[in-house]
C-alpha cells in the first residue's frame, strides 16, 4: 500500500537559519512527489513537484527538494527560512497507477521565531 | 487565470441534514478531485472526476457522493450527516487525460456537523 510518512509533526526555527523537512515513502511503482504549503484556513498552495528527470527540483518560495530512490526521501529545503514561511507543509505522493489520487503524509507544522 | 473557487466558505449544519459543496475548477481543467481534511486523518482522499465520470475513488462510505457537469464544475454531496464529517474539504483541479498530473487546489470549504 501506498504511504508517506512526515516523521517531524513540528518544527521551530529561527528567521534566516536553514531548514529541511522530511518525507519518506512507500511506492511499488515510480513515484510522483509533491510538497504543498498550507496558511492557517486556507488551501494548499504547490511548492514544487519531481515527476522524472533530475533529482533536485526548484520550487517557488526559494524551496528545493532532493528525491532520493535508494532513501525513499523527498526532503524538503530551504537555505533561509524567512518568518512568512510559518505554515503547514504536506509531502504528497501519487504515481501513474493511481492517476490523480494524491497520498498525503500528516504534515508538517513550522514556526519561525525571530 | 482564475484559480479554482469553492462555495461556501463555511457551512454549519445539525447530524442527519445533507450538504452539498460546489467546486469551480481552473479554466481548461477538466479533472476534479475531492479530499476530506481532519485533525485526526489528515488529508484523504474522496474521488475524482474527469469528463462527468467518476474516474477514482476513495475509501468513504456511500453517503459521500459526487458529480460533474458539462463545464467541469463538480459537487460533492454528503447524505445524513455524522459529526464526525467536520472537516474541511478540499477540491483541486488539474487538466485531467492520462496519468497524474499536478493538482492545484481551492481554499476548501469548512463544514461543522452540530
Known amino acids: 500500500a501506498q504511504s508517506v510518512t512526515q516523521p517531524d509533526i513540528h518544527i521551530t526555527v529561527s528567521e534566516g537559519a536553514s531548514l529541511e523537512l522530511r518525507c519518506n515513502y512507500s511506492?511499488?511503482?515510480?513515484?510522483?512527489l509533491f510538497w504543498y504549503v498550507q496558511s492557517p484556513g486556507q488551501g494548499l498552495q504547490l511548492l514544487l513537484k519531481?515527476?522524472?528527470?533530475?533529482?533536485l527540483v526548484q520550487g517557488i518560495k526559494g524551496f528545493e527538494a532532493e528525491f532520493k530512490r535508494s532513501q525513499s526521501s523527498f526532503n524538503l529545503r530551504k537555505p533561509s527560512v524567512h518568518w512568512s514561511d510559518a505554515a503547514e507543509y504536506f509531502c504528497a505522493v501519487a504515481s501513474s497507477n493511481t492517476g490523480n489520487q494524491f497520498y498525503f503524509g500528516t504534515g508538517t507544522s513550522l514556526t519561525v521565531i525571530p | 487565470k482564475a484559480g479554482v473557487t469553492q462555495t461556501p466558505r463555511y457551512l454549519i449544519k445539525t447530524r442527519g441534514q445533507q450538504v452539498t459543496l460546489s467546486c469551480s475548477p481552473i479554466?481548461?481543467?477538466?479533472?476534479v478531485s475531492w479530499y476530506q481534511q481532519t485533525p485526526g486523518q489528515g488529508l484523504q482522499f474522496l474521488f475524482e472526476y474527469f469528463s462527468e465520470t467518476q474516474r477514482n475513488k476513495g475509501n468513504f462510505p456511500g453517503r459521500f457522493s459526487g458529480r460533474q457537469f458539462s463545464n467541469s464544475r463538480s459537487e460533492m454531496n454528503v447524505s445524513t450527516l455524522e459529526l464526525g464529517d467536520s472537516a474541511l474539504y478540499l477540491c483541486?483541479?488539474?487538466?485531467?487525460?492520462?496519468?497524474?498530473?499536478?493538482?492545484?487546489f481551492g481554499p476548501g470549504t469548512r463544514l461543522t456537523v452540530l
Open positions: 483541486a483541479s488539474s487538466r485531467g487525460g492520462r496519468g497524474t498530473d499536478t493538482q492545484y
Open positions: 479554466s481548461g481543467h477538466r479533472s
Open positions: 519531481y515527476f522524472s528527470g533530475d533529482t
Open positions: 511506492y511499488g511503482a515510480t513515484p510522483y
